[in-house]
């Protein structure tokens, strides 16, 4: 079954300062990759998505995230936050090798970022 | 505007008592899915379903219960085996042309508080 681990819970940060919100995942034949953004008591937007091609994808708000083969990972940074990116951040993944049809989250990283 | 409808967003009720949480789409999207997510567990599948009158377990089935007997309904309910209720669910949908992929939509969630 296919698994996605973030490692870190909670990501304080500075506002204006870079940051990198971790993402690995369990191997597969092939997968598409999700980061989506959750603010307080709602439901979850999507921010970007790796589904093939170009490895590195954006969002309109300046976030990226990279696919890495090689180091089954799909990190997410961006190189300067603001306040109102404080949100939680959930990594997803869907093998294609796999007849669930059905997207599997991480535990999340909640960022905040400080004044 | 198109969207997914949770009601209600909050919902207390006593320990052995049956709830229904609504999740109504006019999306026109097959697939629908119910999560729930806890601090620090990211988000779990109840359960899922492609089509009218189809439903299928995810991770944590167990004292749920789900129908789909209309496209836009997907309703849920917690039963009074389920161990712990007290979380946020958030129903879900498949965005058209995401079969592989499994791109989802989401609602805004119910939170649910077993006194």
């Known amino acids: 079954a296919q698994s996605v681990t973030q490692l870190d819970s909670q990501v304080p940060v500075f506002e204006e300062a870079p940051v990198e919100l971790r993402c690995n995942y369990s191997s597969s034949v092939s997968v598409y990759l999700f980061w989506y953004v959750q603010y307080p008591n709602q439901g979850l937007q999507l921010l970007l998505k790796y589904l093939s091609g170009s490895t590195l994808v954006k969002s309109i708000n300046g976030f990226e995230a990279e696919f890495n083969k090689s180091q089954t990972s799909f990190h997410l940074r961006k190189p300067s936050v603001h306040i109102s990116d404080t949100a939680e951040y959930f990594c997803?993944?869907?093998?294609?090798?796999?007849?669930?049809?059905?997207?599997?989250f991480g535990s999340g990283t909640r960022l905040q970022v400080q004044p | 505007d198109g969207g997914i409808t949770q009601s209600p967003k909050y919902l207390f009720r006593k320990e052995g008592q049956n709830v229904t949480l609504s999740c109504e789409q006019n999306l026109n999207h097959d697939a629908m899915y119910w999560y729930r997510q806890d601090p620090g567990q990211g988000l779990r599948l109840i359960y899922y379903s492609q089509i009218v009158n189809d439903f299928q377990k995810g991770d944590i089935a167990e004292g749920y219960s789900v129908s789909r007997e209309k496209k836009e309904s997907f309703p849920l309910t917690v039963t009074s085996a389920q161990k712990n209720p007290t979380a946020f669910y958030l129903c879900?949908?498949?965005?058209?042309?995401?079969?592989?992929?499994?791109?989802?939509?989401f609602g805004e969630g119910s939170r649910l508080t077993v006194l």
């Open positions: 879900a949908s498949r965005v058209p042309g995401a079969r592989n992929t499994g791109e989802l939509f």
């Open positions: 997803a993944v869907r093998g294609s090798d796999t007849g669930r049809r059905a997207l599997t």
